[in-house]
């Protein structure tokens, strides 16, 4: 597996390096030689952040965590991560169905399947053509943590979500 590590507000010591290879290096069974995993590290206040991004065809795999020692968040996110490969391994095959991206055992290798993915809850409703803004307003009185309209100035579906530290996302489509 390569490795791309970057730090936001940390020097990348070679301790920290030789840290994300070993731990992140287990998971190298799962993956295919030429698979990359881009590594960003940062530091916020007390706050300890590791995200991991490994593409694969047609998408992602990602995890994040966060706690007060960089060493702990390495740990955690190479956790994640495998527990996400694990659980979702039936899935993640059969949608990547160029299995290159991934290792001959970890598509032979049988894993429990824990719990199945279950839609309990269907919402209809009409689109308002608004502006991003005003989705916003709309998603904070509603008090969720995101929010789907129909942008009025380009007449596509667009994704609001709140951030962390009180900021807004939003997501628009790419054709």
Known sequence: MKYTITGRNIEITESLRDAI??????????????????VTLSVEKSRQKI???????????????????????????????????????NKIIDKYQDKKNFSKEYIEQEYEDEDEIKI????????KPMDP????????LLGHDFFVFTNADTDQINVVYKRKNNTYGLIEPEF
């Open 51 to 89: 995200e991991v991004t490994i593409p694969v065809k047609g998408g992602l795999i990602r995890a994040e965590q966060t706690s007060s020692d960089m060493y702990v968040s390495i740990d955690l996110v190479e956790e994640a991560i495998e527990s996400q490969l694990k659980k979702y391994k």
């Open 120 to 127: 309990v809850k269907t919402k209809h409703f009409d689109f």
């Open 21 to 38: 290879q070993e731990k992140l290096g287990k998971l190298e069974r799962f993956f295919s030689q030429d698979a990359e995993a881009h």
């Open 133 to 140: 803004e005003e989705a916003c307003m709309q998603m904070e």
